[in-house]
């Protein structure tokens, strides 16, 4: 089992951008093992996937890129686990944008952007194989 508080650290790998659309999935990849009493429950390089959360996309609700991982892939098939949204820090350019916490106009995350994304909820029943891993999530109802 890898507990709720979990933190997944991945890299990005297509660049994202301030002004994609609310929806828009993009691939990371995992960057470190995690593992409990000293077994790997999932590899480093394993496949996950996210979704933006929130953007600048739609004009008349302009909201800061905010990302959350959604899936990670699972011998072909995509898992879902749920974490902790992330807020991306751009470069702040002016005095009223430092107050406000927004930056202006367009800001793009490059391909290999690293995230520190928190596990919401226990990913149960976890076997580590040589490349990818098994995992089942437990849902709450």
Same mark, same amino acid.
């Given at each position: 089992?890898?507990?709720?508080?979990? *933190?997944?650290?991945? #890299?990005? +790998?297509?660049?994202?951008?301030?002004?994609?659309?609310?929806?828009?999935?993009?691939?990371?990849? *995992?960057? +470190?093992? *995690?593992?409990?009493?000293?077994?790997?429950?999932?590899?480093?390089?394993?496949?996950?996937?996210?979704? *933006?959360?929130? #953007? &600048?996309?739609?004009? &008349?609700?302009? +909201?800061?890129?905010?990302? +959350?991982?959604?899936?990670?892939?699972?011998?072909?098939?995509?898992?879902?686990?749920?974490?902790?949204?992330?807020? @991306?820090?751009? @470069?702040?350019?002016?005095?009223?944008?430092?107050?406000? !916490?927004?930056?202006?106009?367009?800001?793009?995350?490059?391909?290999?952007?690293?995230? &520190?994304?928190?596990?919401?909820?226990?990913?149960?029943?976890?076997?580590?194989?040589?490349? #990818?891993?098994?995992?089942?999530? !437990?849902? !709450?109802?």
């Amino acid at each position: 089992m890898i507990p709720a508080g979990t *933190i997944l650290s991945v #890299s990005t +790998e297509p660049s994202i951008s301030s002004q994609d659309p609310v929806g828009r999935t993009f691939a990371a990849k *995992i960057n +470190e093992d *995690i593992a409990l009493k000293r077994t790997v429950l999932l590899r480093a390089g394993t496949k996950a996937f996210g979704k *933006i959360q929130t #953007s &600048r996309d739609n004009p &008349r609700k302009s +909201e800061p890129l905010t990302l +959350e991982l959604r899936w990670i892939s699972v011998d072909g098939r995509n898992v879902a686990v749920k974490t902790d949204a992330v807020q @991306p820090a751009f @470069p702040v350019t002016t005095g009223q944008q430092a107050r406000y !916490r927004h930056t202006a106009g367009t800001s793009v995350l490059n391909p290999g952007t690293k995230f &520190r994304f928190r596990l919401a909820q226990a990913v149960t029943s976890v076997v580590a194989k040589k490349k #990818s891993a098994k995992i089942v999530v !437990r849902q !709450r109802l």
